[in-house]
């Protein structure tokens, strides 16, 4: 890929090649849009669809609700110990 002196373009050369790369963009992020739909359409005949993952406000709580949720430098020094 040839490179560009982005320092020796006008303004309007370098909106039109921001307007070329966000079109260029959005054609390959909606190419592969369909492909990962056409994906899972060919993965869904296998079974239920996979679980979605649990918000990242949910994983460090704890399941019994009243301890706080531990933090990594204390799982780590614990698995640590363990080993």
Same mark, same amino acid.
């Given at each position: 890929? =040839? ?11 370098? =909106? ?9 963009? =959005?054609? @390959? ?19 239920? /669809?996979?679980?979605?993952?649990? /918000? ?11 301890? /706080? =949720? ?10 640590? @110990?363990?080993?």
């Amino acid at each position: 890929m =040839a490179k560009i002196d982005l320092d020796s373009l006008s303004i309007e050369e370098l =909106a039109a090649l921001r307007d070329d790369a966000t079109e260029k963009l =959005a054609q @390959k992020v909606a190419a592969r849009q369909a492909e990962l739909e056409a994906e899972l359409e060919s993965l869904s005949q296998y079974g239920r /669809p996979a679980k979605k993952m649990a /918000p990242a406000s949910a994983l460090g709580k704890n399941k019994k609700g009243n301890e /706080p =949720a531990r933090g990594n430098d204390e799982i780590k020094e614990s698995i640590a @110990k363990a080993a």
